[in-house]
C-alpha cells in the first residue's frame, strides 16, 4: 500500500480502499476492482510475510510490526458463523503472537452488517485511518518534466530512500552500514521495484511498485521530502511505474488512498472503485 504522510498537492499515499455503494465502475478499471479491493491477497509477498488464504478469509502476516503488519481481509463469513469466524481469526493471529491486527471492509464483504458484528464483538474503528479508498489506472497518467527518475539498483540508492522516509515518516533510519546492507539485501529478495526522483540533482522522493498474482501492479509506497512537494517528484514517479508495469506486461495500476489523496489520484487518471472501513481487533 501506499505509505501514509502529511498530504500536499503532489504525492499521492494511503492504503487500499473498496467500493461501497454506487454503480460498478465499467471497462478495465472494473475488472480490477477486486484486486484494488484486497490488494493484499493478490500482492507477491516478502520472505519475512506470510498469507494464509481460507475461504471465509486471507490472513497476511509481515513479521517487524507496524500498524498494517497483520491484516484480516476478502471476508466471506456465513451468517450462521460470525462469531466463530471472529474467535478464528483471533486465534490465528494469538498464536503468531500479534498484539493488534485490522480487518479491512468493503463491499464484496459478507454477510451484510459484518462492520457492526465485528463492533459488537470489540474490535474498533481506526482512529488513525477510518477508511480508504480502492483506485485503478488503466492509461497512461500525465508524462511530467523536470524530475530526473531512476530505479533503486544501489545500497547508495537504497540509503538515500531510507533517508527520505526518515525524513517524512519519523522512523528510525539504519545508519550501521552492516544493518543497512542486510536491509538492502532483504529489500532486494522482497522482489518490489523502486524508483527515486530527484530534482535539482538531490534525492526528492521515492515510489514502490509490486507484483500481484492477478496481473495489474501494486503502488506499494512513496514519499517526498517536504521542501520538493509541489515540484512534480511524485507525480513524476507515478507516470514512471506505469511504465514499468507496461514493459512488465501489466495493464493497470491499482492503489489504496487516503481522503486527502484521492482528488490528486483522480487528476492523474485514477479512477475510485470502492471504499474499505478499517477495524483494529486484538487477539
Same mark, same amino acid.
Given at each position: ?75 466471506? *463469513?456465513?451468517?450462521? &458463523?460470525?462469531? /466463530?469466524?471472529? #474467535?478464528?481469526?483471533? =486465534?490465528?493471529? @494469538?498464536? +503468531? ?108 522522493? *521515492?515510489?514502490?511498485? &509490486?507484483?500481484? /498474482?492477478?496481473? #495489474?501492479?501494486?503502488? =506499494?509506497?512513496? @514519499?517526498? +521530502? ?58
Amino acid at each position: 500500500m501506499e505509505e501514509s504522510r502529511p498530504p500536499d498537492d503532489d504525492e499521492p499515499v494511503g492504503p487500499a480502499g473498496r467500493r461501497v455503494g454506487g454503480p460498478r465502475i465499467a471497462g478495465q478499471a472494473g475488472q480490477w476492482a477486486h484486486v484494488a479491493e484486497d490488494p493484499d491477497a493478490y500482492q507477491h509477498l516478502p520472505p519475512t510475510a506470510s498469507r494464509e488464504v481460507r475461504d471465509e478469509v486471507v490472513l497476511v502476516h509481515s513479521n517487524g510490526g507496524g500498524a498494517w503488519s497483520a491484516l484480516a481481509l476478502r471476508i466471506r *463469513f456465513d451468517a450462521t &458463523d460470525v462469531q /466463530s469466524n471472529i #474467535a478464528a481469526v483471533r =486465534a490465528c493471529f @494469538a498464536r +503468531r503472537q500479534v498484539e493488534e491486527f485490522r480487518w479491512l471492509i468493503g463491499p464484496s464483504a459478507t454477510p451484510p452488517g459484518i462492520t457492526q458484528a465485528l463492533l459488537d464483538h470489540g474490535a474498533e474503528r481506526d482512529e488513525d485511518e477510518p477508511e480508504v479508498t480502492a483506485m485503478v489506472l488503466d492509461r497512461e497518467p500525465p508524462v511530467v518534466i523536470g524530475p530526473a527518475v531512476r530505479s533503486i539498483t544501489s545500497l547508495a540508492d537504497f540509503e538515500a530512500m531510507e533517508a527520505i522516509r526518515e525524513e517524512v515518516f519519523g522512523t528510525p533510519r539504519t545508519s550501521r552500514p552492516a544493518k543497512l546492507g542486510a536491509r538492502w539485501l532483504a529489500f532486494k529478495a522482497a522482489g518490489s521495484i523502486a524508483l527515486l526522483a530527484e530534482v535539482d540533482g538531490v534525492a526528492a522522493s *521515492f515510489g514502490v511498485l &509490486d507484483r500481484t /498474482s492477478a496481473g #495489474a501492479m501494486l503502488l =506499494a509506497g512513496g @514519499a517526498t +521530502r517536504p521542501e520538493f512537494r509541489g515540484r512534480g517528484a511524485y507525480r513524476a514517479l507515478v507516470h514512471a511505474r506505469w511504465e514499468v508495469a507496461k514493459q512488465m506486461g501489466a495493464s493497470a495500476l491499482v492503489t489504496q488512498a487516503q481522503s486527502a489523496s484521492r482528488p490528486i489520484l483522480e487528476r492523474l487518471g485514477f479512477q475510485a472503485t470502492g471504499t474499505i472501513e478499517v477495524l483494529v481487533d486484538h487477539p
